[in-house]
């Protein structure tokens, strides 16, 4: 290798080493007092989660338990698994443009950018263990193999290929690309196991196999291989669906109903959606559900009617303490009121009976919808779990949108962590201290002495200003690309990389939707950074992603276009363009 090569390797692997350090000192911090949240995601670690059965057991959807329980048999602390995922996301992405532009210096960025990424730190999203700080380096993951996959046989920059049209004689071009789409797979499964509202991720992967298969089909290549191909081209969907549907598998086993969480799905979830859908003038976008509505389907289901202390219970205890006119139900805390309502009422100790009884329910209050005893609303609804909206409501949230949009794209919202794992001797908290691997006595190591916590938290300070500014550079970049495009197909030009540039606009507007969805719940909080906290462990990807792949769009008039070529002369699945 050129000593240039070197150079960067050694650069590289000092960074690496530089951010274990940072993790290793800020390291993740538990905080077991929140009873729903944190310290219930912990719970689904424990043996004991798969024998109690209680208003808990499923209110969320267990991914994040099962991959505490898995790093921790495989011999991880919190901090060091945490630091490989975010690793693995570097690389991936890394190699990600290696293999898009052939271009050394755009790679290492490309590696070093995610691997810094200052949302790593943040107390929040960053460095707090629950599921929400999983999604950037997730979704980095994610779109990295994503374009390491649709890069693969059929080059996304349209260069031409030096193979020729044939096929390599072997298998393993086959057998990389399965094992790529395979591994693509794998993220999106615990992305969708990690949330109850990770429906989202479906169109996305739909897109991504559909653009693959669209990629080979319009190839140049015999007919045979073509349908090879794009039989392959489903193997990302295959370690979704296993991952699936064993979770749903262990809970059939275990709690009696196949599903990955009752307080969104099945019976239960279904009852909520019903009531949302209650024509009331009383449902704003902050009370979803007025005490009117639940007096409505009351009245219309016998099976609820003869259970009055059902009724008082929704309106008296937990959230609505003391009275539903005091402390009415904001949001979708029906969904978590109506289990604690039910428990109080019956006892929750058998999930398949609390879908029976709701199962009864729910065609009662269908028949009071067929017979107009129950007026459904005419509002419109983004999902079942959402509040209805009208198209003036809707529009409302255009401008929310840009905001969650552009504080992603500039990371707006940023707080240090603290040092927040507790030395208290409560059971829950010394379980999760232990599993996380983490010395009960001594819950904040700071385990090199010349690196103190105080001096990390000014490095990832430091580092979330240099990002910010590193981002709006590129988003110049893009508008830059974005000009010369257009000039070019003004004046007729082929323009190299236009798949790629339309493929980057699609993610941009894919986060923007997703920014969307995410302020239809959030509004009613009232809160700018919670909408931050749910929305950008997925969009900040979702941006920097695409604003690197402008950037190196803009590199190829300063590259020589040799490189690719040379590039292309790989052992790999090539079909001519």
């Not at 295959?238 to 969480?261: D, H, L, T």
């Not at 329910?361 to 909206?389: C, H, Q, Y």
Request: glycine share 6%.
């Amino acid at each position: 290798m050129k000593a240039s090569t070197w150079v960067l390797v050694g650069v590289l692997l000092i960074l690496t080493a530089m951010r274990l350090g940072m993790s290793l000192t800020m390291h993740m911090n538990y905080s077991y007092k929140g009873s729903f949240d944190d310290q219930l995601l912990m719970s689904y670690s424990w043996g004991s989660h798969f024998h109690e059965d209680n208003t808990l057991s499923l209110a969320k959807a267990q991914g994040y338990g099962y991959w505490l329980l898995i790093t921790w048999a495989l011999g991880l602390s919190a901090d060091m698994a945490y630091f490989l995922v975010w690793v693995a996301a570097a690389v991936a992405v890394g190699v990600a443009f290696w293999v898009l532009f052939y271009n050394r210096w755009l790679a290492c960025f490309s590696y070093a950018y995610v691997l810094w990424h200052p949302i790593a730190f943040d107390g929040w999203l960053g460095t707090r263990l629950y599921r929400n700080s999983l999604f950037p380096p997730l979704m980095f993951l994610l779109l990295g193999l994503m374009l390491i996959w649709l890069n693969y046989g059929i080059p996304l920059l349209r260069v031409k290929s030096v193979n020729g049209e044939g096929w390599p004689s072997s298998g393993k071009a086959l057998v990389g690309y399965a094992i790529l789409g395979l591994l693509l797979g794998a993220p999106l499964c615990l992305i969708y196991l990690l949330k109850e509202d990770s429906v989202w991720c479906v169109p996305l992967l739909v897109a991504i196999v559909a653009v693959k298969i669209a990629m080979v089909v319009l190839s140049r290549t015999a007919i045979i291989k073509k349908i090879l191909c794009a039989v392959l081209a489903l193997c990302p969907l295959i370690p979704v669906v296993i991952g699936v549907k064993a979770c749903e598998a262990i809970n059939q086993r275990y709690f009696g109903v196949s599903m990955i969480n009752t307080r969104m799905e099945g019976e239960v979830g279904d009852f909520v959606a019903k009531v949302y859908q209650v024509d009331n003038k009383d449902q704003n976008m902050t009370i979803w559900t007025p005490e009117s509505s639940i007096d409505a389907v009351f009245n219309v289901s016998p099976t609820l009617s003869k259970n009055p202390k059902l009724l008082w219970s929704v309106k008296h205890i937990m959230f609505t303490y003391p009275d539903i006119k005091k402390n009415p139900l904001t949001g979708d805390f029906l969904t978590w009121q109506i289990r604690f309502a039910y428990d109080n009422t019956f006892g929750w100790d058998n999930e398949r009976s609390v879908q029976d009884f709701f199962k009864q329910v729910n065609k009662e209050i269908d028949a009071a919808f067929d017979d107009g005893r129950l007026k459904k609303t005419t509002k419109i609804s983004l999902s079942s779990m959402l509040v209805p909206r009208n198209i003036n409501e809707i529009m409302s949230l255009i401008g929310s949108a840009n905001y969650s949009w552009s504080d992603s794209a500039v990371i707006y919202y940023y707080r240090l962590s603290g040092k927040g794992n507790s030395s208290d001797k409560d059971d829950n908290n010394i379980r999760g201290l232990k599993r996380m691997r983490v010395d009960p006595g001594d819950p904040n190591p700071e385990p090199f002495p010349w690196f103190s916590f105080e001096a990390s938290r000014r490095v990832s300070s430091v580092d979330r200003v240099i990002y910010s500014v590193l981002n709006v550079l590129m988003i110049i970049a893009a508008i830059v690309e974005t000009i010369r495009l257009i000039a070019g197909l003004i004046r007729k030009i082929r323009m190299q990389g236009l798949l790629i540039y339309i493929g980057a606009l699609g993610l941009l507007a894919y986060a923007w939707v997703y920014c969307f969805s995410v302020n239809w719940y959030t509004e009613y909080l009232h809160d700018r950074f919670v909408t931050f906290f749910y929305s950008g462990g997925v969009a900040i990807p979702l941006i920097a992603v695409p604003l690197m792949l402008f950037v190196g769009l803009l590199s190829i008039r300063w590259v020589n276009a040799t490189s690719y070529s040379k590039g292309n002369v790989r052992e790999g699945l090539i079909i001519s363009q």
